[in-house]
């Protein structure tokens, strides 16, 4: 059983730019969620994708968005970066059926904005 | 709205010592309860969990019991080892609001030998 897996690791973007950050999910599970966790903070539920449709979505701006494919692999971008952005970018997986049963995390994306 | 508040850190032992971890929480339905644990430059593990009141979590030497009445989710582990070195988090998941974890801050624990 494959656990999920993001990329890239690490990124380093200027101000105002765009990201893509992308992230695929363990074998099994149909469901996608991102979160933000900036340094020393708990990590911050952005949104969560599944059926390919955003059901779900934490107190973040329009400028962040996401996909889901079929294959139940996702992305989240990011436009117009601010330097508060910065920060690590966590995915997770799930059965939408068994949420009970916890997420599976990937080990991330570090985002720098200079 | 739904909350978790954990102990802040961070918490330094000395190897074989006891360990607890306040967590706190506050939710308008019956959530489920997590702890995650994070090692230097990785990602979140799930360490154990919780899905109803007197349910007890158990992994690699860690315990959690959920308390309704006290709304709490302590960690607990009878001798901790450097190994254990690790940031530690609370998080819950309330079904009444969507299956997003709601995380606290976190807790650095730091084992020396």
């Known amino acids: 059983e494959t656990g999920v897996t993001q990329s890239p690791t690490h990124l380093i973007k200027t101000r105002g730019q765009q990201v893509t950050l992308r992230c695929s999910s363990q074998?099994?599970?149909?469901?996608v969620s991102w979160y933000q966790q900036a340094l020393g903070q708990g990590p911050q539920f952005i949104f969560q994708?599944?059926?390919?449709?955003?059901?779900g979505r934490g107190n973040f701006p329009p400028r962040f968005s996401g996909l889901q494919f079929p294959n139940y692999s996702s992305e989240l971008n990011v436009n117009a970066l601010e330097l508060d952005d910065s920060a690590l970018y966590l995915c997770a997986s799930s059965d939408q059926g068994r949420v009970n049963y916890g997420y599976t995390f990937g080990s991330g994306t570090r985002l720098t904005v200079v | 709205g739904n909350s978790v508040t954990q102990m802040e850190g961070p918490v330094t032992l000395s190897e074989e010592a006891f360990l607890t971890i306040n967590c706190t929480y506050t939710a308008t339905g019956y959530p489920s309860l997590f702890w995650y644990v994070q090692y230097p430059g990785e990602g979140l593990q799930l360490l154990l969990k919780?899905?109803?009141?007197?349910d007890k979590g158990s992994n690699k030497g860690f315990e959690a019991t959920y308390r309704k009445e006290t709304t709490s989710f302590h960690l607990e582990k009878g001798s901790v080892q450097v190994s254990d070195s690790a940031v530690y988090f609370c998080?819950?998941?309330?079904?009444?609001?969507?299956?997003?974890?709601?995380f606290g801050k976190g807790t650095t624990l730091s084992v020396s030998s």
């Open positions: 074998s099994g599970h149909n469901t």
């Open positions: 994708y599944y059926r390919e449709e955003e059901n």
């Open positions: 919780a899905t109803k009141a007197d």
């Open positions: 998080a819950l998941s309330d079904p009444n609001a969507g299956t997003a974890l709601i």
